[in-house]
């Protein structure tokens, strides 16, 4: 694709001043701006095999993704995993995910979250941002992968939970890695809390800046957040809770969600009891909201989710959280928590506002920080650390077997 100088320029020049550069960077990234024009961009002629809903398939080329994510359609990039979901068909249709009727371990929540920091957040997304893009296929999308694994881990150490807990990267093809981070609980059942760190810019994804501060850098550093806070409780860092939690940061989310296929088709394969599995994509912005005189609120995704599990997620919210929520949809295979949802695991999706009022600012060079709210992403992390508390501690086997009686007597 052949653009002008000018043209390219004009969208290059908002993230000059704003890059991430490790030493041994090599040029496979940098934009070289020369006097006569811009370098084309690389081409791709590889077909994807793409799955949109109402479970239409077809082969598209890369450039034909982005089209059709610019036009605001999603879809599941399936070429590598094209029978997710079909270990589990089944058994997933005949089981009806159970959760605690109210949120009930208050005292012992309520502490943590007064040591929740909008500084933490800040600092971690200002180095995220500065990443010259996070597109997965690039060496940067490779860094700044690299990077946050090694916050995890640091945050694993400072709080002397690292004899227990641990992190690493889940290994993708295209170089940047999904991470994922354990806290093992006295049962292998798993309670998973995700968000993608990847970012894109749909022009040019290979050449054009994309900071990605909301997009999905407050998910990510707001996660990570709840992460460091829920190390706090030494009950959780000892294991003591009935189940295990895992934080994921996913690679790929903008691609069609090739990192969070690869890892629940790898859990599906194994076997894995994932009991309920959320999705934090886009925490930071409420601009729209307020301009359209909407009272600020987390946005409770309610199509194409697990109905008890976003039902459990709304106590959590008005249990915890200083905001209300509002019921919104965002539509198929929207975020990575359909990828749970495809390989038959509760999933649950929420966002920063209703879906109409959300950034209009992502997959450009102005998905920067100076628009978000760090109060806003403070309420979706007091969530966070709610939801993953509270089922940490849940007796599942209890709840399934209550309600396996009440089903009998009916």
Avoid at 241 to 247: A, V, Y
Avoid at 284 to 309: C, Q, W, Y
């Amino acid at each position: 694709m052949k653009v002008s100088s000018a043209s390219l320029l004009a969208l290059l020049l908002p993230a000059v001043g704003a890059r991430f550069v490790e030493k041994s960077e090599g040029d496979s990234d940098h934009v070289s701006l020369y006097p006569d024009g811009i370098p084309e961009a690389p081409v791709d002629t590889q077909k994807y095999h793409i799955e949109l809903a109402g479970g239409e398939k077809r082969w598209v080329t890369e450039d034909e993704k982005w089209a059709l994510r610019r036009n605001g359609q999603r879809f599941f990039d399936i070429t590598d995993h094209p029978d997710l979901g079909s270990i589990r068909a089944n058994a997933a249709a005949k089981k009806v995910s159970v959760f605690p009727k109210k949120p009930t371990l208050q005292k012992e929540i309520k502490p943590l979250l007064s040591n929740l920091s909008k500084t933490e957040m800040e600092d971690h997304l200002t180095t995220f941002t500065s990443f010259h893009t996070r597109y997965y296929k690039s060496d940067y999308g490779r860094q700044s992968s690299e990077w946050l694994l090694g916050q995890v881990r640091e945050t694993i150490v400072a709080a002397g939970a690292d004899k227990t807990v641990s992190a690493k990267h889940f290994v993708h093809s295209w170089g940047q890695n999904s991470i994922i981070a354990t806290i093992p609980g006295k049962t292998n059942s798993t309670i998973v809390i995700g968000a993608h760190q990847d970012s894109i810019n749909l022009w040019l994804p290979s050449i054009l800046a994309a900071p990605g501060a909301d997009d999905d850098g407050s998910g990510t550093v707001t996660i990570l957040e709840a992460f460091r806070v829920l190390l706090q409780s030494p009950d959780i860092v000892e294991g003591k809770q009935e189940n295990t939690i895992e934080f994921h940061w996913y690679s790929a989310e903008e691609g069609g969600l090739l990192g969070s296929q690869a890892i629940f088709s790898s859990y599906e394969k194994e076997g894995r009891d994932i009991k309920a599995m959320l999705q934090q994509d886009m925490t930071g912005f409420i601009t729209r909201t307020i301009e359209a005189g909407k009272v600020e609120s987390v946005g409770v995704i309610v199509d194409f989710v697990d109905p008890n599990l976003t039902d459990f997620i709304k106590k959590v919210i008005v249990e915890y959280c200083e905001i209300p929520f509002v019921e919104t949809k965002c539509g198929y295979a929207c975020s990575d928590h359909a990828s749970a949802s495809k390989a038959g695991y509760p999933s649950a999706f929420v966002i920063e506002s209703a879906f109409e009022y959300s950034d209009n600012k992502i997959h450009s060079t102005e998905d920067l920080i100076k628009y978000l709210s760090f109060d806003h992403m403070l309420q979706h992390a007091r969530l966070t650390l709610g939801f993953g508390y509270e089922l940490a501690f849940a007796d599942f086997a209890k709840l399934e077997k209550k309600a396996e009686y009440y089903d009998d007597d009916l």
